[in-house]
């Protein structure tokens, strides 16, 4: 079957500075790559030089004069986030444009970040949580777009409040589902204060629909040695142009929502084709989990909490 071309105009972004997350490889270097090819010039904060240096030449082979940049981040490590945040506010550009959109999903067994906190929640959600704070004079100088790419896992379970770092139980797929809630209603917020502060900032979310993308891959950093099945049936459907998107129209939604004049603070973008899968991006109703203020004022309180716990614990370490 023969898959119907998808795709989205990005305005000219020359002048402006952007930052993705998570663009080493997949959905990342298409957002990346498409953010180059409109004029921005687009720092990747990667984990993995390597993969980073491959997605940097993938990028340039595309657009020659493309302006890109690596820099060095671990979302596990709010050490490296800091980090991060220290060096970009050294060099003083304002940032534009920041798509949070890096991210680990199920790992078979319960793994901890290196600050303690339950891996998915505290790479998917709280690495981005302390990037924005880290970054927030740079993206209040370039009155800055933040999309939080998301997941159609953030319409299913919940946040598990007694038990944000799933210490006393763990399932894997709650626990992703808890991070993307998390993120979503982190990206909600942070669109309500900085209108109500005056920060200048808009805040907004995207989610891919179904991919093939790396996220279900072989990942042995997370324990998973082989690719899942769901991954392989994924791969099938996608590449017969069933239901489910390809790695370059699951990226879309976030460049939508990151780019265009029609996209809007506090709102979600995602496929609007059936079950919202794949197809062409558009807005679409917010998740329900994301519809609270008072959960999404409780997520920015618990989170500034254990930001500031792990960082209390990071530093007395070091004095010791």
Do not use: C
Not at 249 to 268: E, M, V, W
Request: charged share 20%; hydrophobic share 40%; no cysteine.
């Amino acid at each position: 079957m023969a898959r119907k071309q998808t795709d989205i105009t990005i305005p000219d972004l020359t002048g402006k500075r952007a930052v993705v997350t998570g663009a080493s490889d997949g959905m990342g270097v298409v957002i990346a790559a498409r953010l180059a090819a409109a004029g921005a010039d687009v720092v990747l904060p990667v984990r993995n030089e390597r993969k980073g240096a491959a997605a940097v030449d993938e990028i340039r082979r595309r657009t020659p004069h493309a302006s890109v940049s690596l820099r060095e981040l671990d979302l596990s490590s709010l050490q490296s986030v800091a980090a991060l945040g220290r060096s970009l506010v050294d060099e003083g550009a304002p940032v534009h444009v920041l798509v949070s959109n890096a991210g680990v999903m199920t790992p078979p067994a319960r793994q901890t970040t290196e600050d303690g906190l339950e891996l998915q929640f505290g790479t998917n959600h709280l690495g981005h949580f302390a990037l924005v704070q880290q970054l927030l004079p740079l993206l209040r100088a370039g009155s800055a777009r933040i999309t939080s790419q998301l997941s159609i896992a953030a319409d299913h379970n919940a946040v598990n409040w007694d038990d944000l770092n799933w210490e006393r139980s763990y399932s894997g797929m709650r626990a992703y589902s808890q991070s993307k809630i998390a993120l979503g209603l982190f990206g909600v917020e942070l669109d309500r204060r900085s209108q109500a502060e005056g920060w200048g900032i808009t805040s907004n979310l995207a989610h891919p629909g179904i991919a093939p993308t790396s996220l279900l891959a072989a990942r042995p950093e997370v324990g998973r040695a082989k690719q899942t099945f769901g991954r392989r049936l994924i791969q099938v459907l996608s590449a017969r142009g069933i239901l489910v998107g390809t790695v370059g129209s699951a990226a879309l939604p976030a460049l939508f929502a990151a780019t265009s004049p029609a996209a809007h603070g506090g709102r979600l973008y995602g496929p609007k084709g059936m079950g919202h899968l794949g197809g062409p991006p558009a807005e679409q109703k917010l998740f329900s989990r994301l519809a609270s203020s008072e959960d999404a004022a409780r997520l920015w309180r618990a989170s500034e909490e254990l930001v500031r716990s792990a960082r209390n614990a990071t530093e007395g370490n070091a004095t010791v």
